[in-house]
């Protein structure tokens, strides 16, 4: 079990449990939680397979954080964002477990619509939302999909879209400051942690509250 509380039920009913030690999660969102998780889900990985590159790269991560949090999102993002209703979000391979994380932030943070799709699957159906008025960002790490992310965050701006993406590769999509961590499953984190900084401040700017969204509860049951 993977839980942030050492005496929980889950804890206690497991043979092994793994306190990701994030302390008290009051807010609703539980961006940390999240962050935490995903860091303990790498570190079994590492360790169950002997994965040392992988392990130095867990390591560096609080040093990569604190420059993610730095990245200014907000400033190139949120005049063109706050002017609509819906947006895409898109990923691939690990930064795709990040664009849904993303979609569910803005819906729950800001009260804005947001999907997420993979890179590979919005240059079908989709591509019928596309223009002026629909937003796109597109999360890309250093990583095998990186440039199949840029080609299509630069094929929905070549029709008209505003597409912002964390990748130098792109030539028309607008390019946000990102961290590399020199390894591709670490990567995405980074990129969610910049988002977070960003939807904190965009939800405050709509005068919204990020930790306690509307009609949401930090304990739900489930029958």
């Not at 009913?13 to 793994?18: G, T, V």
């Not at 954080?65 to 209703?85: N, P």
């Amino acid at each position: 079990a993977i839980t942030n509380t050492a005496d929980s039920p889950l804890a206690r009913a497991s043979d092994y449990a793994i306190d990701i030690l994030a302390g008290p999660e009051r807010s609703v969102a539980a961006t940390k939680t999240f962050i935490n998780s995903a860091v303990a889900g790498l570190a079994l990985m590492a360790h169950a397979t002997g994965d040392d590159a992988l392990l130095a790269a867990l390591a560096q991560l609080p040093g990569h954080f604190r420059k993610a949090i730095a990245c200014d999102w907000m400033s190139v993002l949120a005049e063109t964002i706050e002017k609509q209703k819906s947006l895409f979000i898109l990923g691939r391979g690990p930064s795709a477990a990040m664009a849904n994380e993303a979609a569910l932030k803005f819906k729950e943070t800001c009260g804005m619509h947001a999907e997420a799709y993979s890179a590979a699957e919005v240059m079908h159906g989709p591509l019928a939302l596309i223009g002026p008025d629909f937003p796109v960002l597109a999360l890309a790490a250093r990583d095998a999909s990186e440039p199949s992310i840029a080609e299509a965050a630069d094929g929905l701006a070549a029709k008209g879209a505003p597409v912002f993406v964390t990748s130098a590769l792109a030539q028309r999509a607008v390019r946000l400051p990102h961290v590399a961590t020199g390894h591709p499953l670490t990567d995405p984190l980074t990129l969610i942690v910049s988002f977070y900084m960003f939807v904190e401040a965009f939800a405050r700017h709509r005068g919204l509250d990020p930790d306690t969204p509307r009609n949401l509860r930090k304990v739900t049951e489930t029958v």
